[in-house]
């Protein structure tokens, strides 16, 4: 959580500092970004593709509890077999 959070701020302070990508110089930064997006259709797809992914992530990211076969050590073992480093 500690580098996806230092990864936000620096993206959040790299919007607030103006630079954008090309194309997308009249969104505006923060939450103000949000209802900008909403109003056009390809905002509304970009949108779309952010909630995709939010779905796809958590899907994957499941309790070993959910996985058929694979019984939890512990409560919040996110262990699902996929990878074994033998820990």
């Not at 779905?55 to 050590?73: F, H, L, Q, W, Y």
């Not at 512990?74 to 699902?80: A, I």
Request: charge should be negative; hydrophobic fraction near 45%; glycine fraction near 12%.
């Amino acid at each position: 959580h500690g580098r996806v959070s230092m990864l936000a701020v620096a993206g959040y302070l790299t919007t607030a500092a103006g630079i954008r990508f090309p194309g997308a110089e009249d969104i505006p930064d923060g939450l103000a970004a949000f209802p900008a997006l909403q109003s056009t259709s390809d905002g509304m797809m970009v949108l779309y593709q952010m909630a995709a992914f939010f779905v796809m992530a958590e899907i994957c990211n499941r309790d070993a509890s959910e996985v058929t076969g694979v019984k939890p050590d512990f409560v919040g073992d996110y262990r699902n077999g996929a990878l074994d480093f033998g820990w």
